[in-house]
């Protein structure tokens, strides 16, 4: 089979949550920085057609592409690292795998023949590996297998990569395996033995891994390694050690320093040069040398969860690094207040973010929120829900509306100022029905959002169903609280301000869905700058 792109496959051993994600976003990083134009895939091996339909207890925030695609949060990890957007062709399960397969079976395109994980699935799964490959955009394409080597689940994906190994040939193919190399308290010692086990059964699978990376508390010795390279088949220089970094923001030139970008490209039969990492490296600077610290209350329903709001608390690290502060992000559960607790639970903030959200679970302690920080002048960020959220404090405390809320908790309250969209009311299915993916959105001139923006018209991704009731727009702009963003075509309201507040913005998009390293997002940049000044002048 010739081809020009060539192909690396991430897998996992021992151990789930290694990193592979971190792993295959950083190697991506070097070969980008290198010129190799690169991208990044996930397989993940449940039945779900995609993430949309999971809560964020199940696999972390669900991050929306440009494209509108509902993916894994690890797609939100390659857009920050390479600052190159992600489409549905990035993000596959083993539900759509099936899902198109069938869909094929019953337009009879294999009539006559029975349909089978070998070779139907894997055809499906090697065709959708090299969709991305064959668009000619890219040199290099990873493909993080989800999972772990050894569940029933990933077999047809092991079993797609062996196939695909061997038909792309000799230096267009290779596999990076990740494992765990654990060191045990009472005898002193990292072992080994757990990833010898795990390559064997890679191996059991006619896959024999190129690269070890190895997760590690601790150095990995050189016996170690040795030890290592001569049990699993694979080169001293191809065992790289991934030892726990302060910052996943550090893992690329940990890397780098590992030689895994050069081992790569060596087996690719590709040039390898100094990656230029110049604008990351002065990004890592700002970010590990703050000039001072804010405090931001997250207030969602999700806080006990780390990777529940993942992409806003990665945006905070790039608006902090680019305000030279540090964000120190206190989670506060919406739940946990009323009017009671919130003076307590926020009067020492610097800002207060409202996260997005779905369902009536703690959306009455988001309200009390908003209103505390509405009253003492608290910078504000409100997301999707939290813009919804803000829209509805107003309109029950300005405009008097004691039972205005939004028909998603409440379908049959007197002012629904916040609606169901009108493309919805027909919508019954759950999955991918959402407004999804990137709009246009204007800005009104003169406002806060056109000079945080610094532009009139702007893409931002969306997800939801319900919208900014227009109806209540004349009555709420005349009590102060402006509209200054909207889609062109629509006329939905995207963004709500007031003015006469120090900073409070409520957009219905999600800005955190596009902060990069190289791209911080410049509303939480702004809103960053503002917690400082809120800081600075309390
Ligand atoms: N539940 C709200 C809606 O569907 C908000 C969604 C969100 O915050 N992403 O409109």
């Known amino acids: 089979m010739a081809t020009d792109t060539k192909y690396i496959f991430v897998t996992g051993g021992v151990t789930s949550s290694l990193g592979k994600g971190i792993i295959a976003a950083s190697l991506a990083k070097l070969l980008q920085a290198q010129g190799y134009r690169t991208t990044i895939q996930k397989l993940d091996p449940y039945i779900n057609v995609d993430p949309g ?157 190129d690269i070890l990376v190895c997760r590690t508390e601790h150095e990995l010795p050189q016996e170690l390694r040795d030890k290592l390279a001569r049990f699993c088949n694979v080169r001293k220089e191809a065992i790289i050690q991934s030892i726990d970094a302060s910052t996943i923001y550090d893992v690329p030139n940990l890397m780098l320093d590992q030689g895994l970008d050069k081992v790569v490209l060596k087996s690719l039969d590709l040039k390898s040069s100094v990656p230029n990492l110049e604008r990351w490296n002065q990004f890592l600077t700002r970010h590990k040398n703050p000039k001072s610290t804010i405090t931001i209350g997250l207030i969602g329903k999700y806080v006990e969860l780390q990777d529940s709001y993942k992409s806003i608390l990665e945006a905070f690290i790039h608006a902090g690094a680019e305000n030279e502060v540090k964000v120190n992000v206190e989670s506060i559960h919406s739940e946990s207040l009323d009017p009671k607790t919130v003076a307590k639970s926020l009067s020492h903030l610097d800002a207060v973010l409202v996260a997005p959200g779905f369902g009536e679970r703690g959306i009455e302690g988001k309200i009390e929120a908003i209103r505390y920080v509405r009253e003492h002048n608290i ?66 001139q003169n406002t ?91």
């Open 53 to 209: 339909t999971l809560n964020p207890y199940e696999h972390g925030e669900c991050y929306v592409t440009d494209d509108g695609a509902e993916t894994d949060l690890d797609l939100g990890h390659y857009e920050r690292f390479l600052n190159v957007p992600t489409s549905q062709a990035n993000n596959v399960t083993t539900g759509r795998i099936y899902q198109s397969v069938i869909q094929k079976e019953r337009r009879g395109e294999f009539l006559g023949k029975t349909v089978q994980v070998i070779p139907h699935i894997t055809d499906e799964i090697k065709n959708r590996i090299q969709i991305l490959g064959n668009s000619g955009d890219y040199d290099i394409v990873i493909t993080e297998i989800g999972g772990t080597v050894g569940d029933i689940e990933s077999l047809p994906y092991v079993e797609a990569v062996r196939q695909l190994k061997w038909d792309l040939g000799e230096h267009n193919a290779l596999v990076i395996h990740l494992t765990l190399v654990p060191f045990l308290a009472a005898a002193g010692e990292l072992k080994t033995k757990p990833t010898q086990h795990s390559v064997k059964t890679l191996m059991e699978s006619g896959v024999q891994a």
């Open 379 to 444: 910078p504000f960020l409100g997301i999707c829900l939290g813009m919804q959220m803000a829209v509805i404090e107003y309109s029950r405390n300005i405009l008097g509306l004691a039972d205005a809320n939004s028909v998603e908790m409440d379908p049959d309250t007197k002012n629904p100022v916040i609606n169901l969209m009108e493309e919805q009311k027909a919508v019954t299915e759950k999955g991918g029905t959402m407004r999804l993916g990137a709009w246009v959105c204007k800005l009104e």
């Open 448 to 538: 806060l959002a056109a000079s945080i923006y610094n532009s009139t018209s702007i893409l931002e991704r969306h997800r939801h169903r319900f919208e900014y009731n227009s109806d209540y727009k004349t009555q709420l702009e005349a009590a102060g609280m402006q509209s200054t963003g909207f889609n062109p075509e629509t006329n939905l309201v995207e963004i709500v301000e007031i003015p006469t507040h120090p900073w409070f913005v409520g957009v219905q998009y999600h800005p955190e869905y596009k902060s990069t390293v190289a791209n911080p997002h410049p509303l939480f940049v702004a809103f960053v700058a503002a917690a400082l000044k809120h800081k600075q002048t309390k």
